[in-house]
């Protein structure tokens, strides 16, 4: 038997404007983590919330597990296993749940061989998987849900960490709905086509730039602030919509610095920051009145 470990991720700032080489800060959700678990089996098999049975019967939304395990397979020369995949984070939501599966199960594939896995191949196993989820990922997932620090991800570059400790607190909420990553992109790169979105493009890549500095700073009223303007941004690239916009009202009625969308848009995640535990706790009690899915985390701690 052999386990690998991941977990999920929240975009604090520049998601879409990413994809055309901008900045973007990846914050690791290292209190929603996932395992992946390979044993022997006579057959390819695997359990998850989304199916269990026969690998080569799976649905049309594993297909990036699929085709990430017959390649790993091939690759490490492995019998037939059975994968046990658990994980609390939500699907299509913004929270890095394919990339943290495919980080899970290649971790746990290459244990299970007694292979050693540099953090590139672990990167590059990941990716692949993505690329069948998303289509053309930036890889700031695969990136996000595998380190424990926060992390400032520029498409082709190195990437640079960031200590997630702030003096905030972060609240996400699922907003209910699943939408595809790569429709969102997509949707985008049309208006982009257009030249629509230029601007839009450009103002979120500024606004990530200027809160790097402000994280490191320790300026969460400045994050704030950054984080709305943010949001005005991403609703002109139509990527809001009434769940996301309701959820983000009700944050800064109760005191939050700022609240934006996070991840794709048009559903899944949304995120508020709070200067004291006070705020964090009503802004929380307020989202869960209408949506199921509310996390509170204490950024003072790393």
Known sequence: MAVGVAHGKIILMGEHSVVYHHPAIALPLIENPITATVVDAKEMTITSKLYSGKLETAPESLKPVKELVSALKLHLNTT??????????????????????AAAITEAMYKFENE????????DWTQYSETFAHGS?????????RNTQGIIFRKNKETAFINRQLNAYLIIVHSGEKVATKDTVGD????MEQGKAQQSIQSLGDL??????????????????????AQTELRLLTL???AIDDAV???KSKGALGAKLSGGGRGGAVIAL????????????????????????NLNRG
């Open 80 to 101: 037939n296993v059975h994968i046990e995949i658990k994980s609390d984070i939500p699907i299509a939501a913004g929270f890095g749940s394919s990339a943290a599966v």
């Open 116 to 123: 050693p896995l540099s953090k590139k191949a672990h990167f």
């Open 137 to 145: 990922p930036s890889g700031i997932d695969a990136m996000a849900t």
């Open 188 to 191: 985008v790169r049309t208006l």
């Open 208 to 229: 990530t730039e200027r809160t790097i500095e402000a994280y490191r700073q320790n300026q969460p009223k400045q994050i704030g602030v950054f984080m709305d303007q």
């Open 240 to 242: 809001s919509n009434h």
């Open 249 to 251: 009202q009700i944050a």
């Open 274 to 297: 709070a200067e004291n535990e006070s705020d964090a706790k009503a802004i929380k009690t307020a989202w869960q009145k209408k949506f199921t899915e509310t996390w509170l985390i």
